[in-house]
């Protein structure tokens, strides 16, 4: 009890009659303490929180009640003036109590005592219940479990040897055992015996040539140098009379000269700088069977990246990630490149690869190209100087067929330098030439694709001889630009695929372009298509830019022009005059919305004017546009005068160079536009912060589980069972939506949604077209995080460690692209246009807290990663997450009510090129925060007052809302709003373009 209020005896000890309580006292003296606490917890509705008051129980209702004083569960408690009090009090009584805003005034015993804010101590209801005998059991729905989500673009597989024909040559025993080694695979050696050796010796046609590797150990290629005639080959190492000791002193001293060595060897004359690519570990062009050094560096290089891949360097299977910059040489690497200089091994290499060159450019010249092919060596695009160097030479490659999805592994190079480079490039450019010449195809793309590395030269070669599913094969196997892979299925006639991948990557335009230089039929086609994907999300004013070059497909435009303009907004806008001026009964129809545009005079409609007249003088001179000239210039004069808009002013000068005749009038009277010197509410960090402060009587009569604002100021809400609604700016409800709603995705465009409501293990997904205003039940499926926003089509979710882009439109689930085994839970995604981020918990297996990883990828394309990384500084599984689709995030633990610390807030940068925040400072009573690319939210709790506070880029306080009473606030922050509400049905959303807050009433 406060010592300053005294001691005051009333004359009424209670109220009497019928009341508004505001609040219940039970005191268990009376009562009991069992008893007291009973009657608390029945009395209990969501919203109401329990205080220790006067050794008794204090219950704060969610919203006051009217009650008869008689019939009452406890001593009913009245708000007067911001005070609770147990008894009416006269003008006296209360001046000698003098209680503060949010005091309690119980009068007990005859004598009224006063208690402060600060005097009352919260008091958990649920440490009541005994619950220890209880199992928490996981909820199922009684209906059958959803089919799992199908992918709409399942992974092709490598075309076979089948795929080229007979005229393929059978594959070489020994290529397929080197095929198999290289790729790590244990095959068993059969040894060849005498009598097969001669079988095979006896059955080769004359003028037949063979290419065959012998399995050589180290000793047996040792004493062959040794023997070597000094009188054969320059490529060989000759050991003379001057024994072994010589020889090896010779070796190793490099530049050495002598009987011993030969000047200079094979290794510095052929293999000396650059080197001719080889290829990978499981390419076509594996090598024979490596000695003992070189299966050594490949087991260990294998143990390196298995153990990079343990520790999250790798990219997990399923993620489209971009190579990492190559490190430089390792201790290994630097000792086999020593060994190769300078001990015997490196002539014995240079003699292996001699022989093996010499023996493939006289298959080339004797027209062997069969078996010349199938040893040849791949070249890469550029030398790769820090390619590692390959000690085996390859072996023959299995068949000749095109890998579509490449090469992997550790790329290795076979060695020789830039002329040896260029002399197989010429060497396969004329063996393409001569299989075109042959007819050939498939062998000559062959050439172009696994040889060569001229992908999209192959691609084009493939078209050009009417090879179209494998050219698509080839070109999505191989990673080329999305819009050409589009292309190529549009051409091969699988339009299902084509339209897949160009909604996956957001490439309908790129591939129409592509299309139409060759292919203006298809083009149309792909056209007609793009519009019609675009139409089904609800992007209107795109999907009528689409069509209209299509002349004949406009009669589609119309329906979609009348659907976009019933939506709204600036597209709205855009459409209304292309409804004018680009139908024959388009201005008479669009007419009256026109007036009421123009005429309306409210700043919140000034960038819709704006865009109307920009789309005017987009369009060329006809006298529909000379009708509407003068009056859209006219609005545009009033929004200047009012200094509504600062572009207002560039617009009004370009309409007075217009050369038309509608303008000759009035262009001498027009004033000439003056810079605007009213700057954005957003830019001026300067004006006073505004505040809001919603106290319980601004209470709804349903909770709001969710807001979102929409196209000319229109809310959403989300009220759970009660369905959903759509609320006009002047707060009149538009319509009710009867499906559950306890969570909302809006399209990007504001004209549909997603609501989501939980049954059991799964969410029930419903479909909201707010221009027809029509609700439509979906699917269930299993959530377990999900992006806040979708465009319409394509909406990015996560269940445990998946991520996926479902496709919205679909009937059923599906998902247009996924990864999958991220290494744990996915707790958060945020995606725009251009980026989608997400964090990902890893626990140990002990189901403890080990870090919180953040992945980022760019959209345009396809998503493709390009950043894992660890949010630094955290302690624990994270209470409160933040981020943004860039991929700029905040992490932190919430501090106990007790005061006890969480320890620091984590941070990461995003990875776009872009401004980002200030970390606000530490402080206990942080409970959560809300990031924007230009905006941020820090939310704060301090007893029952919940305050959401935004910020700007460089921290300025901007605005404040003030919650009071539980349960907290919920935040959503856009680029362009701002939007607060709680479960007592208080509804604000602040305007940042202009700065004005606007209450939504929940009735």
């Known amino acids: 009890m406060s010592p300053a209020s005294g001691v005051v005896r009333p004359r009424a000890h209670v109220h009497r009659g019928t009341v508004v309580a505001a609040a219940w006292w039970f005191h268990p003296g009376t009562l009991g303490e069992v008893e007291a606490r009973r009657r608390v917890l029945a009395a209990w509705r969501p919203g109401a929180t329990v205080w220790a008051l006067a050794g008794g129980h204090l219950l704060k209702l969610a919203a006051p009640c009217k009650s008869a004083v008689e019939a009452a569960p406890g001593l009913p408690l009245v708000l007067e003036s911001g005070v609770l009090t147990s008894a009416p009090l006269s003008a006296k009584e209360r001046e000698r109590l003098a209680p503060p805003a949010g005091a309690v005034v119980l009068v007990h015993a005859g004598v009224a005592r006063m208690y402060a804010p600060g005097e009352l101590r919260q008091v958990d209801p649920g440490a009541w219940l005994d619950v220890s005998a209880w199992r928490r059991v996981r909820v199922k729905g009684l209906g059958a479990p959803p089919p799992p989500m199908q992918s709409a673009l399942e992974p092709l597989p490598p075309p076979t040897r089948e795929w080229f024909g007979p005229k393929v040559p059978a594959l070489a025993p020994e290529a397929e055992r080197m095929l198999a080694r290289m790729a790590g695979r244990e095959v068993p050696v059969a040894r060849e015996g005498l009598f097969a050796r001669l079988r095979r010796a006896f059955s080769q046609k004359p003028g037949e040539a063979t290419l065959t590797v012998r399995r050589e150990g180290l000793f047996a290629r040792l004493r062959r140098a040794f023997r070597a005639d000094a009188r054969g080959a320059s490529n060989t190492v000759t050991v003379g009379r001057a024994g072994l000791l010589d020889w090896l002193r010779s070796a190793l001293s490099p530049g050495a000269s002598g009987p011993g060595a030969s000047s200079p060897g094979l290794w510095q004359r052929l293999f000396g700088s650059g080197s001719a690519s080889a290829g990978s570990a499981s390419a076509s062009g594996a090598g024979a069977r490596p000695g003992w050094f070189s299966r050594l560096l490949a087991g260990m290089r294998g ?23 190559p490190e430089g040489p390792g201790a290994l690497e630097r000792l086999k490149a020593w060994m190769l200089q300078n001990t015997p091994l490196g002539q014995l290499v240079g003699q292996r690869k001699g022989d093996y060159l010499r023996r493939l450019f006289e298959l080339f010249e004797e027209g062997n190209l069969d078996e010349a092919l199938r040893h040849a060596i791949p070249l890469g695009k550029d030398l790769d100087e820090r390619a590692r160097l390959a000690l085996g030479v390859p072996g023959p490659r299995e068949e000749l067929r095109i890998q579509p999805r490449g090469r992997s592994g550790a790329a290795q190079s076979f060695g020789g330098g830039p002329a040896l480079f260029e002399a197989l490039r010429e060497r396969y450019r004329d063996t393409f030439r001569r299989l075109e010449r042959e007819g050939r195809i498939d062998e000559a793309a062959f050439v172009l694709a696994e040889l060569l590395d001229a992908t999209e030269e192959a691609v084009s070669f493939l078209e050009r001889h009417g090879r179209l599913q494998l050219a698509a094969e080839l070109a999505e196997g191989r990673d080329l630009p999305a819009s050409l ?221 969710d807001a979102v604002v929409l196209p000319g100021r229109r809310v959403l809400l989300a009220l759970g069972e009660a369905g959903a609604r759509l609320v006009g700016p002047d707060g009149r409800t538009l319509v009710n939506f009867d499906v559950p709603a306890f969570s909302l995705v809006v399209s990007t465009q504001g004209d549909r949604a997603l609501a989501l409501a939980r049954r059991g293990d799964l969410w029930r997904l419903s479909r909201l077209d707010l221009v027809e205003r029509r609700a439509t039940r979906a699917c269930d499926m299993e959530l377990d995080a999900w992006a806040p926003t979708y465009d319409g089509e394509r909406w990015f979710t996560a269940v445990r460690d998946t991520v996926s882009m479902v496709d919205t439109l679909a009937a059923e689930p599906r998902s247009l692209w996924r990864v999958s085994q991220v290494g744990g839970t996915v707790l958060k995604l945020a995606v725009d246009a251009q980026h989608l981020s997400f964090l990902v918990l890893h626990l140990s297996p002990g189901q403890d807290f080990e870090r919180l990883e953040r992945w980022s990828y ?98 300025h306080t901007r605005a404040t809302v003030e919650f009071s009473g539980t349960p907290p606030q919920v935040v959503r922050l856009t680029e362009e709003w701002c939007a607060v509400h709680d479960l007592f049905g208080r509804v604000v959303w602040l305007d940042l373009t202009s700065g004005e807050v606007h209450r939504v009433p929940v009735v």
């Open 485 to 705: 892979v589009v292309r190529q299925w549009f051409l091969a006639k699988d339009v299902a695929r084509a339209v897949s991948i160009a909604r996956r990557s957001g490439v309908f335009a790129d591939a129409v372009l592509r299309l139409e230089k060759t292919h203006p039929a298809e083009a149309q086609a792909l056209r007609l298509l793009w519009a019609e994907s675009l139409a089904e999300a609800g992007d209107w004013a795109r999907a009528v830019d689409a069509v209209w070059p299509v002349s004949f497909a406009r009669h589609l435009a119309r329906a979609w022009v009348d659907r976009g303009i019933q939506a709204g907004g600036m597209s709205g806008a855009k459409l209304l005059a292309r409804l004018s001026l680009g139908f024959p009964d388009g201005f008479g129809a669009a007419r009256e919305d026109i007036q009421d545009l123009l005429s309306d005079d409210a700043p919140a409609r000034a960038p819709e004017r704006l865009a109307f007249a920009t789309e005017l003088l987009r369009d060329a001179a006809s006298p529909a546009r000379s009708a509407l000239l003068v009056p859209t210039l006219r609005a545009l004069m009033r929004d200047e005068a009012a200094d509504v808009l600062s572009s207002n002013a560039r617009l009004l000068q370009q309409l007075r160079a217009l050369k038309d005749p509608a303008m000759d009038a009035l262009r001498t009277d027009l004033p000439t536009p003056q810079p605007s010197l009213r700057r954005p509410w957003a830019e001026a960090n300067d004006l006073p912060v505004v505040r809001v402060w919603m106290d319980r009587n601004d209470a709804g009569a349903h909770a709001v589980h």
């Open 858 to 955: 760019v959209l345009a394309g396809g998503p493709t990663l390009r950043g894992r990384t660890n949010m630094p500084d955290l302690a624990g599984t994270p209470d409160a997450l933040a981020l943004t689709p860039d991929g700029e995030a905040v992490a932190g633990r919430i501090a106990v009510p007790e005061g006890a610390g969480a320890g620091p807030w984590s941070y990461l940068a995003p990875i776009a090129a872009r401004r980002f925040h200030i970390p606000s400072p530490q402080g206990e009573e942080r409970v959560g925060a809300v990031l924007g690319q230009a905006w941020s939210v820090t939310r704060f709790q301090k007893g029952e007052l919940h305050t959401a506070v935004l910020r700007d880029l460089a921290g």
């Open 303 to 325: 143990r390196d990246r298995a153990t990079a891949s343990r520790q999250g360097s790798l990219p997990a299977p399923g993620a489209s990630a971009r190579p990492a910059e």
